[in-house]
């Protein structure tokens, strides 16, 4: 018997709730995150380090607000720098641990309402390789 999970569209829909964007224990930006951001923003790269990022262990991310929502994401439940947003938040909720602990992905839906859950781990897998796959592709680029 087929699956009737096949794709990411059959196990997430976004809601544009904001709530990933909400702590979680930070946001990592790569190089060309900051470099794509401080484009966008119109800042010097160099200085974008200091201004909108700590650090996790050796690891930038992105400032939270007073809020505790990413520095980037406005009263509004908007995220401001979408088109240029880090790869971390571009993977969200295909992300690389799924694919060896998919029982994650349950806990993870009890923060996110766009996730659907019990979905079958092999089917999960599955989607979450295929997705991971095309954005690694789409990143390098």
Same mark, same amino acid.
């Given at each position: 018997?087929?699956?009737? *999970?096949? =794709?990411?569209?059959?196990? *997430?829909?976004?809601?544009?709730? #904001?709530?990933?964007?909400?702590? *979680? #224990? #930070? =946001? %990592?930006? =790569?190089?060309?995150?900051?470099?794509?951001?401080?484009? %966008?923003?119109?800042?010097?790269?160099?200085? *974008?380090? #200091?201004? %909108?990022?700590d650090t996790s262990g050796s690891r930038y991310v992105l400032t939270l607000g007073k809020d505790g929502c990413c520095?980037?994401?406005?009263?509004?439940? /908007?995220?401001?720098? /979408?088109p240029v947003k880090p790869y971390m938040c571009k993977a969200w909720p295909f992300i690389q641990t799924i694919i060896k602990y998919p029982e994650n992905w349950d806990a993870m839906a009890n923060s996110c309402p766009g996730m659907k859950k019990d979905i079958p781990y092999k089917d999960l897998q599955k989607i979450v390789a295929m997705e991971k796959e095309g954005l690694d592709k789409s990143s390098r680029t």
């Amino acid at each position: 018997m087929d699956s009737e *999970f096949k =794709t990411c569209d059959d196990i *997430f829909e976004c809601q544009l709730c #904001g709530d990933c964007c909400n702590g *979680f #224990g #930070g =946001t %990592y930006v =790569t190089r060309q995150d900051i470099i794509n951001i401080s484009i %966008y923003i119109n800042f010097d790269p160099k200085k *974008f380090i #200091g201004r %909108y990022c700590d650090t996790s262990g050796s690891r930038y991310v992105l400032t939270l607000g007073k809020d505790g929502c990413c520095i980037f994401f406005d009263k509004n439940k /908007h995220c401001t720098i /979408h088109p240029v947003k880090p790869y971390m938040c571009k993977a969200w909720p295909f992300i690389q641990t799924i694919i060896k602990y998919p029982e994650n992905w349950d806990a993870m839906a009890n923060s996110c309402p766009g996730m659907k859950k019990d979905i079958p781990y092999k089917d999960l897998q599955k989607i979450v390789a295929m997705e991971k796959e095309g954005l690694d592709k789409s990143s390098r680029t």
